[in-house]
């Protein structure tokens, strides 16, 4: 079942694509220095939802960053932030002066933020990864949630996504809010899993870095492409909260280390950050700050998530695997090539399509 189909299923047309203005039901996720204009534009040139990444970007390269994909698209893009950034109300009036269609964070960002984003014209979609969650940002106004189960890579929660998402598709039901599965989606049998779910799209962060257009070097997709699905463990040895990250021999070092050796090296990473982007010390410490209070991370959590964004630099932008983590759902393993944007949405779509008919033609 699920040969390609001459035509896209009308179940592909569905109120995600109406909302945001896009081809698909696929959304390409918001990763540190991977989500850049390059990927983020060929995702919304193939017809789906690219999120540009600007949680890793200072204010000036987000301006520069949104100038170079409307550049090379001018269909609709979203841009991720940080909801306790400093500057993220500075960030939500860029992007509705650039008319930025969506907003979205990684955390839920709290009801004046939601509503300022609004006042733009902006659609807001927070990350997501328990029900209660899901019931939270409802009631504040969001218009659609990204529901990450487990199996996805970077910061995760614990229950798997066939757990998880009908729990959030059963709460929001009736709702306006538009439900996006994530957490273990790579073809188009998982896509029309999810619309049997309740959800409205899926979202792909490790599909999308394996392409083509993704601006990781080779020689790091390398290392995902030769990972199995055993090959990711999460830890809370990057950022001391958990992290889905390739389980390299880097990690495994950061794994065993000592209290007294983690701490040094991540001031030393935080202020090798700080310098790289420009930030004022005041505003590291104002943003440690506001993570302690919105995630409830303790002093050390804290200093270890400033220690974060150099160690994804280090194999993401640097080609340094051996130095740096990879963030990576389990999805991974069964990730064997590189098609662009466009072939990779294709081929979902076709798949999808296929299988939908098929089950149709089997109802008759």
């Known amino acids: 079942m699920g040969g390609a189909a001459a035509r896209p299923h009308p179940a592909l047309r569905n109120g995600f694509t109406a909302k945001f203005g896009v081809e698909y039901p696929i959304v390409q996720t918001g990763m540190g220095y991977v989500s850049y204009p390059s990927l983020v534009a060929a995702t919304a040139e193939a ?26 698209t001018a269909k609709p893009f979203a841009v991720n932030l940080r909801a ?38 902006m659609l807001v979609v ?5 029900k209660r969650h899901a019931q939270k940002v409802a009631e504040w106004g969001v218009d659609g949630v990204i529901v990450q189960g487990g199996e996805g890579g970077g910061h995760t929660g614990s229950i798997p996504t066939t757990l998880l998402l009908p729990q959030v598709t059963d709460v929001l039901r009736g709702s306006d809010v538009t439900v996006i599965a994530a957490g273990g989606f790579f073809d188009g049998r998982g896509l029309v899993a999810a619309l049997a779910y309740g959800a409205d799209a899926i979202a792909m962060g490790t599909r999308f870095l394996l392409t083509s257009d993704s601006p990781v070097g080779n020689a790091v997709k390398d290392v995902y492409l030769a990972t199995d699905v055993n ?8 950022d001391g909260v958990p992290h889905r990250v390739l389980a390299t021999d880097f990690v495994k070092r950061l794994e065993q280390r000592s209290v007294l050796a983690r701490y040094p090296r991540s001031i030393a990473n935080a202020l090798r950050f700080r310098k790289l982007s420009g930030a004022k010390l005041t505003d590291m410490a104002r943003e440690g700050l506001a993570m302690k209070k919105s995630q409830g991370l303790s002093w050390p959590q804290v200093l270890m998530a400033a220690n974060t964004p150099m160690l ?15 963030a990576s759902g389990q999805v991974v393993g069964v990730i064997e090539d590189l098609p662009s944007c466009a072939e990779l949405i294709d081929r979902i779509t076709a798949q999808a399509s296929g299988i939908l008919y098929e089950l149709e033609a089997a109802r008759v």
């Not at 993220?88 to 269609?101: F, H, N, V």
């Open 84 to 121: 306790d950034a400093p500057d993220a109300a500075e960030r939500i009036d860029l992007m509705g002066r650039e008319g930025i269609r969506v907003a979205s964070f990684a955390q839920a960002p709290k009801k004046d933020l939601i509503a300022r984003a609004h006042d733009l014209g």
């Open 47 to 72: 017809g789906g939802l690219g999120i540009l990444a600007s949680a890793t970007m200072t204010y000036e390269e987000l301006v520069a960053a949104i100038a170079a994909v409307k550049k090379r």
């Open 231 to 238: 090959g990711t463990v999460v830890s809370k040895e990057v």
């Open 126 to 130: 927070p990350s997501i990864g328990a």
């Open 312 to 326: 994804l630099k280090a194999a993401m932008v640097d080609g340094r695997p051996d130095l740096g983590v990879m």
